[in-house]
């Protein structure tokens, strides 16, 4: 019943720009703090941003004043814009929805592949 679909990765050279989707279906969207993550290879997965169910955001300190997270509560998606991205980026890019375990707990989409390659 729940979905996450992410949707926008694939390859940029550094310094140029991509923005991530996330649809989400079988949720109160509005009521879900959101959340997009990464996995590097090799390495483990990492929250890049996040932003709660009354628009509150936090960053990573290594995407701070490049990355935006937004959310449209009437489309029930949520987007990740990346500008200024550098090899350290590259990742499989995940999208969560959070909400406290007594209310149902998380979910995760299935991935989308970001590679900065020059």
């Known amino acids: 019943q729940v979905q996450l679909v992410e949707s926008g990765g694939g390859l940029v050279q550094p310094g140029g720009s991509l923005r991530l989707s996330c649809a989400a279906s079988?949720?109160?969207?509005?009521?879900?703090?959101m959340g997009w993550y990464r996995q590097a290879p090799g390495k483990q997965r990492e929250l890049v941003a996040i932003i709660t169910s009354g628009g509150s955001t936090n960053y990573a300190d290594s995407v701070k004043g490049r990355f935006t997270i937004s959310r449209d509560n009437a489309k029930k998606t949520v987007t990740l814009q990346m500008n200024n991205l550098k090899f350290g980026d590259t990742a499989v890019y995940y999208c969560?929805?959070?909400?406290?375990?007594?209310?149902?707990?998380?979910?995760w989409g299935q991935g989308t592949q970001v590679t900065v390659s020059s």
């Open positions: 969560n929805a959070y909400i406290r375990v007594e209310f149902g707990g998380n979910y």
């Open positions: 079988g949720i109160i969207f509005s009521i879900y703090d």
